[in-house]
């Protein structure tokens, strides 16, 4: 990102794609059970039976399944998430810096590199990891309570299951919404952090360290949600969709238009900011300062050779 840190040595790609993947995976942890009370809220309305179990709210939904099905339950799907965290935070946020510069033609980068660099990344992240979004997703939306068996038993097990069920391109449904989904998310999130960051940087707001990393992921995560909410709806009830159920993305989005009227489009908006938000700060905060501390790390061991 813009305004380096302590360290005069820029931090390398391997540096970047490595504390991008660890610090995703540990943001990930630690809010994975806002992002299945969001599944759970993005899916409800698929289910029209009156047995149906109704969630009200973020802490709702997380109570309602910690006492339905178990505390574990908030963290079905959670290898997925990780796998999923390696492949796309490694290679969209990881190589973003590098991707921009190729995009940069004068001294420094323009909001159109910036926006080529989230574009391309964010693609590229979703055609390597979706496998891994659509066996979180599944695993995450199941519940035992709306029949006697389980479709998956485990991560590994639903990829076996689709794979062979669904053919490999099961392992690849809905991945037209997710890459909307996830350019959004990723040019938004990117972008705005990395301006909001040299904003505050070269105004001299904030100095680039913490405070100024926390204010930054905080807006970007905010503008993203905005934005892609309605696409991450569309994208969570294709994905975890029954073979047949939809015909495709704009007959999924239609029926939900009709069936639900427009604020289906938001449903889950609130665990969604408040799990993008999070992920945002733990993330980036833990991204910058691995940075640093590597390539602190890195040039210690040089002067002592």
Excluded at 156 to 170: F, K, P, V
């Amino acid at each position: 990102m813009v305004g380096h840190t302590a360290s005069d040595v820029p931090p390398t790609m391997a540096v970047k794609i490595f504390s991008a993947g660890v610090a995703a995976c540990v943001a990930d942890i630690i809010t994975f059970p806002l992002d299945t009370a969001k599944v759970r809220l993005q899916i409800q309305g698929e289910c029209l039976t009156s047995s149906a179990i109704r969630y009200k709210g973020v802490l709702g939904t997380i109570i309602t399944l910690a006492k339905t099905e178990g505390p574990v339950k908030l963290y079905s799907g959670l290898p997925a998430g990780l796998q999923r965290q390696i492949s796309f935070a490694s290679l969209r946020i990881g190589l973003y810096d590098t991707v921009q510069e190729f995009f940069t033609t004068g001294k420094e980068a323009s909001l159109g590199s910036k926006i080529s660099a989230g574009l391309t990344t964010g693609g590229v992240a979703v055609f390597i990891g979706q496998p891994t979004e659509v066996v979180k997703v599944r695993l995450q939306a199941q519940s035992h309570l709306h029949g006697p068996k389980p479709r998956y038993t485990g991560t590994y097990n639903a990829y076996r299951i689709i794979a062979t069920t669904e053919g490999l391109t099961g392992l690849w449904k809905g991945t037209t919404p997710n890459l909307t989904r996830n350019v959004i998310i990723n040019c938004t999130e990117l972008v705005t952090y990395d301006l909001m960051k040299e904003a505050l940087v070269k105004n001299k707001l904030l100095a680039d360290d913490v405070p100024c990393h926390f204010v930054s992921a905080v807006v970007a995560g905010f503008c993203t949600t905005v934005l892609s909410s309605p696409v991450d709806v569309v994208k969570t009830r294709f994905v975890n969709s029954s073979p047949g159920q939809y015909t495709s993305v704009p007959n999924c989005a239609m029926m939900m238009l009709t069936r639900e009227g427009p604020s289906a489009f938001f449903k889950g908006f609130v665990p969604s900011f408040l799990r993008l938000g999070s992920w945002n700060i733990i993330m980036f905060v833990c991204f910058e300062q691995l940075k640093q501390e590597l390539m602190k790390s890195r040039h210690t061991m040089d002067c002592a050779t």
